[in-house]
């Protein structure tokens, strides 16, 4: 039983054989946080008043209008600034952030809801409209809240997904609104986290278009601090993936807790540390410029929120956000499980290519030993240019005869994608001058063009329906392994002339529903289709989309030093089969260094193949076969960050598989200084066990490479990547 119900103390307790969540109901039906954290036995003993006594001059009185004071001092009493709620109320007691915010049918905005019902079932819940992670009920037990606000008949329904192989809570609720009126919700968060100190520091992730994805740390302090987005449909700027960690916590040792959102518009994750030392951490959609209306008998959901726990440091937060992600999360299709290497013409060629140089460039890939050619932008509507055809999704016969150039790749052994981008219409396209009415702006003014284009509006369905018939009709006629979909601007002028002007404040809300409603569509009529999502690089990296694609585009920054950044702090939230990774003719690096970097991820190339002379020809051979034989570590295999490149002049990770028998090894110095003394740390090997190193055919037991090291004082060159395995030895 992973989750039970004491009747007794009212007290839920969600635990596996790692960790505990635990929160029982109060006399005025509040819902108090307990414990959660490492797994405690004897949770019945840490009663509330070991919790709240620290702080009981901020005690509060409830209820006086029926006459049930308390005194001071006296049981029960909840403190509006020091206990922990797992349902923190609005304009009432509690003054940190609250969970959700109900406007009601009077205009009182006051939001609190008291204990109702519950549920414990096996399995977990999942979503018709929005991604969700998967799980069969063998894996993990849900228990489902239900409290009722104390105004009017609405009900919040509350799920926790706990699972008994991870040490995972999912997260989400539900608004229901049965109170006769129409409500709107002006904040519906997925979860409330508070957490008895503050002491701790937060890793985020920030970026910008080539520089994708950075990791910073930060101090918490008495204030709150906003990790958000509120450019639509992109998680560029920040990213909805989190990790707060002890002060004294590393990468080994410590707590850790890790928070994700399977979402990919609008989010806000909130860390408030409060007067009190102690921590709210409030995860869900962007409540700015957010208002849902919910009719009588309608429902609202929340996207999924992740928690994951660790006593044992950062790296265990990533490797549960990898296992969850991989097994929990990603829909594999045929082609996932085959040995891919891709050539993608974007950057050899851009919009410049007819049906003789793509021929060229198919034979050409095929002799580098890629089995997966994608035609990326410009091969619809009028398209030599980034300034129009958006939404005109017809081949352009004068410039591509895309049947040859496919049949050609099919005869040949090589897979064929093509590249799409449709939530976008150009200004100049015959879309547009069809139906501007499919733009999303506020046609009261000038639209805002972000790459010469606009965005459809994907809170219709007519809209949706149409763009659904365009790609069908390239799909169904074309024989296409591989889609690249991308997502090139944000959104801005946010205005829908297909919603009414009271519900202009769910735009960027049923945008993204939008999204997923036309990713849903996509998967079910492909299924073998392997999908792989862009947003201007990696503008778009997240959770809600790799349950529909199983891999991104990580970043149009493909020099081998810069990527060394980007995918380090990828790495750290998102398994590395999900990293679109790429060796292009950037100048820095040779093929072959490049290409020990772009393995990390879903490894291929993007240059031009008929230029490569038999030197590079060489380096594309040994860059092929490295990655191959190392594909199923970096595919399956746990991770771990052994260098941090924000801390010093190298970078450096693993992977290693599951049964710990191989491990493969990358390390790159970024200055000139060869004279040091330095030893690598190796991670995660058994101790007991001698590994072969191929660097230098050493031998090592696996606890002198764990607490020594492997010297790399000698013949340390800079910019020069270092690749090497670790195998283990029989007896
Ligand atoms: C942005 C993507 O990141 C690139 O890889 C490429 O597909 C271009 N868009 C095409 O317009």
Redesign the pocket.
């Given at each position: 039983m992973l989750v039970t119900f004491d009747k007794n103390s009212k007290t839920f307790n969600l635990s596996n054989n790692n960790i505990s969540y635990v929160f029982f109901v109060n006399k005025e039906g509040m819902l108090i946080k307990q414990y959660f954290g490492r797994k405690i036995n004897d949770i019945y003993t840490y009663n509330y008043d070991l919790l709240n006594n620290i702080h009981d001059d901020f005690y509060c009185y409830y209820n006086t209008k029926e006459n049930k004071e308390y005194s001071y001092g006296e049981k029960p009493y909840i403190s509006g600034e020091g206990s922990l709620f797992e349902v923190p109320t609005y304009l009432s007691f509690d003054k940190r952030e609250p969970l959700v915010i109900i406007n009601h049918k009077d205009n009182s905005s006051i939001t609190d809801f008291r204990y109702f019902d519950y549920k414990i079932f096996k399995g977990k819940t999942i979503f018709e409209n929005m991604p969700y992670i998967r799980a069969n009920d063998c894996e993990c037990e849900t228990l489902e809240i239900i409290l009722k606000d104390i105004k009017d008949d609405i009900y919040l329904h509350m799920f926790y997904t706990i699972f008994k192989n991870k040490d995972v809570i999912v997260r989400h609720n539900k608004i229901v609104n049965k109170s006769g009126y129409n409500i709107k919700i002006e904040r519906a968060n997925s979860l409330n986290l508070d957490l008895l100190s503050m002491n701790y520091k937060l890793i985020s992730i920030h970026g910008i278009y080539a520089t994708d994805r950075e990791i910073e740390e930060q101090d918490i302090f008495h204030n709150n601090i906003e990790i958000k987005t509120i450019d639509g449909a992109k998680t560029f700027y920040h990213n909805p993936m989190a990790m707060i960690k002890e002060k004294k916590a590393n990468d080994e040792y410590g707590e850790a807790i890790g928070f994700g959102l399977v979402y990919s518009g609008n989010f806000k994750f909130s860390f408030n540390g409060t007067k009190l030392d102690q921590l709210r951490c409030s995860i869900g959609i962007n409540d700015e410029n957010f208002e849902y209306i919910l009719n009588n008998d309608e429902v609202f959901e929340t996207p999924e929120a992740i928690i994951i726990y660790s006593y044992k440091g950062t790296d265990f937060v990533t490797n549960t956000f990898h296992n969850l992600i991989r097994e929990n999360l990603l829909r594999l299709v045929p082609v996932s499980n085959e040995k891919i290497i891709l050539l993608?013409s974007?950057e050899a060629t851009h919009f410049n290519f007819n049906t003789e140089k793509v021929m060229n460039f198919i034979s050409s890939a095929k002799n580098m030993g890629v089995n997966l050619f994608v035609l990326?932008?410009g091969w619809f509507g009028k398209r030599d240019n980034?300034l129009c055809s958006l939404g005109d999704w017809s081949v352009n016969i004068e410039k591509i005869n895309l049947k040859k150039v496919i049949e050609y790749a099919h005869s040949i052994g090589v897979k064929f994608g093509l590249?799409f981008e449709p939530e976008m219409i150009s200004y100049d396209s015959n879309l547009y001058k069809n139906h501007p009415e499919f733009a999303l702006f506020d046609k009261t003014i000038n639209p805002t063009l972000w790459r010469h284009q606009l965005v459809l509006d994907m809170t219709s369905k007519e809209v949706r329906d149409y763009i659904f018939n365009e790609l069908t009709d390239v799909l169904d006629n074309y024989d296409i392994d591989y889609v690249?979909w991308?997502f090139?601007r944000s959104l801005c002028d946010i205005y829908s002339e297909s919603l009414k002007k009271e519900n202009q404040k769910e735009i960027y809300h049923r945008f993204t529903l939008g999204t997923y409603d036309l990713l849903n569509r996509f998967i079910k009529r492909y299924p073998n289709i392997l999908l792989e999502t862009?947003s201007?690089?990696g503008g778009r990296f997240d959770m809600g989309m790799l349950f529909y694609s199983p891999q991104i585009?990580a970043s149009?920054e493909t020099d081998g030093i810069q990527r060394t950044y980007i995918q380090y702090s990828t790495n750290m939230f998102y398994p590395l089969r999900t990293i679109g990774a790429h060796v292009s003719a950037r100048k820095y690096l040779s093929i072959k260094e490049k290409a020990s970097i772009a393995m990390f991820g879903t490894f291929g190339y993007e240059m031009d193949p008929t230029k490569l002379n038999e030197e590079d020809l060489k380096e594309v051979a040994i860059s092929n076969e490295r990655y191959l034989n190392n594909i199923d570590l970096i595919k399956n295999g746990d991770y771990y960050s052994l260098l941090n490149p924000y801390e010093g002049r190298f970078v450096s990770w693993m992977c290693i598989s599951k049964d710990k028998k191989n491990a493969v090894i990358f390390l790159f110095n970024y200055r000139h200084i060869n004279w040091t003394s330095r030893f690598l740390k190796i991670k995660g090997l058994v101790p007991n066990k001698k590994y072969l190193n191929s660097l230098d055919n050493t031998i090592c037991y696996g606890d002198y490479l764990m607490n020594v090291g492997v010297n790399y004082s000698i013949g340390m060159q800079a910019f020069t990547p270092i690749l090497f395995n670790l195998v283990m030895l029989d007896d």
């Amino acid at each position: 039983m992973l989750v039970t119900f004491d009747k007794n103390s009212k007290t839920f307790n969600l635990s596996n054989n790692n960790i505990s969540y635990v929160f029982f109901v109060n006399k005025e039906g509040m819902l108090i946080k307990q414990y959660f954290g490492r797994k405690i036995n004897d949770i019945y003993t840490y009663n509330y008043d070991l919790l709240n006594n620290i702080h009981d001059d901020f005690y509060c009185y409830y209820n006086t209008k029926e006459n049930k004071e308390y005194s001071y001092g006296e049981k029960p009493y909840i403190s509006g600034e020091g206990s922990l709620f797992e349902v923190p109320t609005y304009l009432s007691f509690d003054k940190r952030e609250p969970l959700v915010i109900i406007n009601h049918k009077d205009n009182s905005s006051i939001t609190d809801f008291r204990y109702f019902d519950y549920k414990i079932f096996k399995g977990k819940t999942i979503f018709e409209n929005m991604p969700y992670i998967r799980a069969n009920d063998c894996e993990c037990e849900t228990l489902e809240i239900i409290l009722k606000d104390i105004k009017d008949d609405i009900y919040l329904h509350m799920f926790y997904t706990i699972f008994k192989n991870k040490d995972v809570i999912v997260r989400h609720n539900k608004i229901v609104n049965k109170s006769g009126y129409n409500i709107k919700i002006e904040r519906a968060n997925s979860l409330n986290l508070d957490l008895l100190s503050m002491n701790y520091k937060l890793i985020s992730i920030h970026g910008i278009y080539a520089t994708d994805r950075e990791i910073e740390e930060q101090d918490i302090f008495h204030n709150n601090i906003e990790i958000k987005t509120i450019d639509g449909a992109k998680t560029f700027y920040h990213n909805p993936m989190a990790m707060i960690k002890e002060k004294k916590a590393n990468d080994e040792y410590g707590e850790a807790i890790g928070f994700g959102l399977v979402y990919s518009g609008n989010f806000k994750f909130s860390f408030n540390g409060t007067k009190l030392d102690q921590l709210r951490c409030s995860i869900g959609i962007n409540d700015e410029n957010f208002e849902y209306i919910l009719n009588n008998d309608e429902v609202f959901e929340t996207p999924e929120a992740i928690i994951i726990y660790s006593y044992k440091g950062t790296d265990f937060v990533t490797n549960t956000f990898h296992n969850l992600i991989r097994e929990n999360l990603l829909r594999l299709v045929p082609v996932s499980n085959e040995k891919i290497i891709l050539l993608n013409s974007w950057e050899a060629t851009h919009f410049n290519f007819n049906t003789e140089k793509v021929m060229n460039f198919i034979s050409s890939a095929k002799n580098m030993g890629v089995n997966l050619f994608v035609l990326d932008d410009g091969w619809f509507g009028k398209r030599d240019n980034d300034l129009c055809s958006l939404g005109d999704w017809s081949v352009n016969i004068e410039k591509i005869n895309l049947k040859k150039v496919i049949e050609y790749a099919h005869s040949i052994g090589v897979k064929f994608g093509l590249w799409f981008e449709p939530e976008m219409i150009s200004y100049d396209s015959n879309l547009y001058k069809n139906h501007p009415e499919f733009a999303l702006f506020d046609k009261t003014i000038n639209p805002t063009l972000w790459r010469h284009q606009l965005v459809l509006d994907m809170t219709s369905k007519e809209v949706r329906d149409y763009i659904f018939n365009e790609l069908t009709d390239v799909l169904d006629n074309y024989d296409i392994d591989y889609v690249k979909w991308d997502f090139n601007r944000s959104l801005c002028d946010i205005y829908s002339e297909s919603l009414k002007k009271e519900n202009q404040k769910e735009i960027y809300h049923r945008f993204t529903l939008g999204t997923y409603d036309l990713l849903n569509r996509f998967i079910k009529r492909y299924p073998n289709i392997l999908l792989e999502t862009c947003s201007a690089g990696g503008g778009r990296f997240d959770m809600g989309m790799l349950f529909y694609s199983p891999q991104i585009w990580a970043s149009d920054e493909t020099d081998g030093i810069q990527r060394t950044y980007i995918q380090y702090s990828t790495n750290m939230f998102y398994p590395l089969r999900t990293i679109g990774a790429h060796v292009s003719a950037r100048k820095y690096l040779s093929i072959k260094e490049k290409a020990s970097i772009a393995m990390f991820g879903t490894f291929g190339y993007e240059m031009d193949p008929t230029k490569l002379n038999e030197e590079d020809l060489k380096e594309v051979a040994i860059s092929n076969e490295r990655y191959l034989n190392n594909i199923d570590l970096i595919k399956n295999g746990d991770y771990y960050s052994l260098l941090n490149p924000y801390e010093g002049r190298f970078v450096s990770w693993m992977c290693i598989s599951k049964d710990k028998k191989n491990a493969v090894i990358f390390l790159f110095n970024y200055r000139h200084i060869n004279w040091t003394s330095r030893f690598l740390k190796i991670k995660g090997l058994v101790p007991n066990k001698k590994y072969l190193n191929s660097l230098d055919n050493t031998i090592c037991y696996g606890d002198y490479l764990m607490n020594v090291g492997v010297n790399y004082s000698i013949g340390m060159q800079a910019f020069t990547p270092i690749l090497f395995n670790l195998v283990m030895l029989d007896d």
